[in-house]
Nanobody, 122 residues
Framework: QLQVVESGGGLVQPGGSLRLSCTAS????????IGWFRQAPGKEREGVSC????????YYADSVKGRFTISRDNAKNTVYLQMNSLKPEDTAVYYC???????????????WGQGTQVTVSS
């Protein structure tokens, strides 16, 4: 089964920054829309951001707009999620997923990673 791999999570203080990476070894990410989702304990997995494959359009949840930035580096076969001004409520396991088009519906995505933990705490 094709899989994406997330990295870059960790513990950061409120107001700090982290950059998450999503990569794959068995397929080329630039042919796919890549979505970032997160799941906090006891909550549903929710969409955070997505970047399309066709024209590079980007989408953000209202809760992260203006703080998070999604981007691609096709040469490195990697999609990044730059997270600034982090808040305790951003604490969650973050997942990236690949599909043919951006969607906020996690059921639409075919390929998922194992997730990376982000903890925002003082």
């Amino acid at each position: 089964q094709l899989q994406v791999v997330e990295s870059g999570g960790g513990l950061v203080q409120p107001g700090g920054s982290l950059r998450l990476s999503c990569t794959a070894s068995e397929f080329t990410l630039n042919y796919y829309a890549i979505g970032w989702f997160r799941q906090a304990p006891g909550k549903e997995r929710e969409g955070v951001s997505c970047i399309s494959s066709s024209d590079g359009s980007t989408y953000y949840a209202d809760s992260v707009k203006g703080r998070f930035t999604i981007s691609r580096d096709n040469a490195k076969n990697t999609v990044y999620l730059q997270m600034n001004s982090l808040k305790p409520e951003d604490t969650a396991v973050y997942y990236c997923a690949a599909d043919l088009a951006c969607s906020w519906d996690r059921e639409e995505y075919d390929y998922w990673g194992q997730g990376t933990q982000v903890t925002v705490s003082s």
